[in-house]
């Protein structure tokens, strides 16, 4: 596969071509460079994506031009399952300003996503009055202000995958 030297080494091939000034306009009130472009870009059609690396198989996040791990340019940006487990839970007692423009949220959690150990997202968990350390979530878009955002929500436990 050839890799889009415009885009920073990142393959991009599974994102449908937007221009940046397209990008900006759609994406607006989020600070975007050319590396990270590409993972807001993803949220305007409710795709969770994230880093993987063609050399040690590796995923990650945020979206950038190299492998954190090898530092091989082998990177190509593949949709996530949006499935995994609350590593971290915080409940907020004042209202998070982002929360305030959506729906009303129960915690800002970290999600490790069930991709690969210790590849974690930040997000908020939404229908629900009880967050747990390692229940399991799945992504769920909610528009804030415009904008499809990947927020998380508790699946049953007794239909999720081993963690
Ligand atoms: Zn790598």
Redesign the pocket.
Known sequence: MEVDVENGGLDVTALPDMSDDEMVARLKGIVLDHETKWFYRAWLERRLVGCW??????W?LPVRR???????T??TIRDLSGQGHVFTATHLLQPYPFAAMGPKTSASATIELAEQPGLRFASEIIDTDTVRVGMPVTVTWVEVDGLPCPFFRPVDERNAAPQ
Do not use: I
């Open positions: 690396c063609r050399a040690c198989e590796t990650s190299f492998c954190p791990n090898c530092w091989s082998l990177v």
